[in-house]
Each structure stands twice: as structure tokens, then as C-alpha cells.
T-cell receptor
Framework: GQQLNQSPQSMFIQEGEDVSMNCTSS?????WLWYKQDPGEGPVLLIA?????ELTSNGRLTAQFGITRKDSFLNISASIPSDVGIYFC????????????FGTGTRLTIIP | NAGVTQTPKFRVLKTGQSMTLLCAQD?????MYWYRQDPGMGLRLIHY???????AKGEVPDGYNVSRLKKQNFLLGLESAAPSQTSVYFC?????????????FGDGTRLSIL
């Protein structure tokens, strides 16, 4: 099946630092989604991207749909303790395809 | 404002036992999904359903069965549990109204098979 490579696998940062993570695919996607999972809970949608080149923000979070349609990026500015969690990218290969392919996740830890 | 509700939240089984995980959504979504989450492997699709009475296999369907008798419920069954099925199971749902609707997740069921 399709593969999504998400990096880095984990990050250890200090509060206030900016965070960048990315996701690359072996095939073209028409939709990119970024989810966050807090401990003991299910993933929650952060940002949805639907067009190549699209740049979308949600508060301190900014995500971009890569021009090649094979990658996406998520940035978090001025990290705070509640940003701790696992971030997942997910992609949909064709419009109307009901299935998503998920990345393996980036675990974010904030060092006090 | 329940969204997607999974029961039970935790369960410990012995090898060979059977059980059913229940997922209920109150958003009138057509599509429902069952995933398993294992360390370092992200979310893998087990089975999914595009409507009442229909189911389809996902990426890792072996050892599981599903049923969608009512639109709001999606059941995941383990007929004979194996230690390899120890995992966290997530249910999700999405709307068919727009072709690019995101999936909404429950809080998971933590299942241990001894």
C-alpha cells in the first residue's frame, strides 16, 4: 500500500522554541490532514489542506501542501507545554476516496 | 456533544477468547472506520464501512470481523484473540456530504491479550 514517511520521529525542545515536521509520500495526494493525539485520547484534526501550494494557519500552527503534492509540512511557533503529544499527517490519494493513509507520527516533548 | 464513542475503554483477554468492540457516532456520518495503533507504526486501517449494511477490508483485516447493522454503530469483533492483537483500537467516522471530509476519532479502546 501507500507509504507516508513522517519525520522526525521524535523531538525534544524547550518551551518557546519553534517546531517543524514534515511528511512525504511515494505517490500524489489530493488532501493532506494534520492530527494531534494527546495521551489517552484519539487524534484530533488540526489543519486540513486541499490544494497544492496551500498554506493554512490555525493559531500558532501553520501547515503547507507541497507543490509536488507528495509532501506536507507542519510548523508550530513559540511552543507551549500543551503542545506535547503525537502529531500525525494523513493523506487522501483521490477526491472521493474514503480511505486515509497515516504517517507514523512525530512525538513532541517539551523540556522544562 | 458526544461525537464518536467507543466502549469499552480497556479490556484484558486471554488468548482464544472472543469479544466485540462497539463504536457509536451521533453525527449521522455515512463512513466509519476501525484502526489499530501500535508503537512506531501509526494508524493502520482494519476494516471500514461506507454505509449501513456494507463493510470492506482495510490494510490489516486478518483476525477481525465487522458489522454495520445500523448507521450509527460499527462493531469490531475478535473471534479468537491472539497476543499479536494487543493494541489500541480507534474508531473514526466521516461524512459523505463532501468528498474531502476529515475523519473524526473516538478516544480508543486499549486491549491486552495475555
Amino acid at each position: 500500500g501507500q507509504q507516508l514517511n513522517q519525520s522526525p520521529q521524535s523531538m525534544f525542545i524547550q518551551e518557546g522554541e519553534d517546531v517543524s515536521m514534515n511528511c512525504t509520500s511515494s505517490s500524489i495526494f489530493n488532501t493532506w490532514l494534520w492530527y494531534k493525539q494527546d495521551p489517552g485520547e484519539g487524534p484530533v484534526l488540526l489543519i486540513a489542506l486541499y490544494k497544492a501550494g496551500e498554506l493554512t494557519s490555525n493559531g500558532r500552527l501553520t501547515a503547507q501542501f507541497g507543490i509536488t503534492r507528495k509532501d506536507s509540512f507542519l510548523n508550530i511557533s513559540a511552543s507551549i507545554p500543551s503542545d506535547v503529544g503525537i502529531y500525525f499527517c494523513a493523506g487522501r490519494s483521490t477526491f472521493g476516496n474514503e480511505k486515509l493513509t497515516f504517517g507514523t507520527g512525530t512525538r513532541l516533548t517539551i523540556i522544562p | 456533544n458526544a461525537g464518536v464513542t467507543q466502549t469499552p475503554k480497556f479490556r484484558v483477554l486471554k488468548t482464544g477468547q472472543s469479544m466485540t468492540l462497539l463504536c457509536a457516532q451521533d453525527m449521522n456520518h455515512e463512513y466509519m472506520y476501525w484502526y489499530r495503533q501500535d508503537p512506531g507504526m501509526g494508524l493502520r486501517l482494519i476494516h471500514y464501512s461506507v454505509g449501513e449494511g456494507t463493510t470492506a477490508k482495510g490494510e490489516v483485516p486478518d483476525g477481525y470481523n465487522v458489522s454495520r447493522l445500523k448507521k450509527q454503530n460499527f462493531l469490531l469483533g475478535l473471534e479468537s484473540a491472539a497476543p499479536s492483537q494487543t493494541s489500541v483500537y480507534f474508531c473514526a467516522s466521516s461524512s459523505r456530504v463532501s468528498s474531502n471530509q476529515p475523519q473524526h476519532f473516538g478516544d480508543g479502546t486499549r486491549l491486552s491479550i495475555l
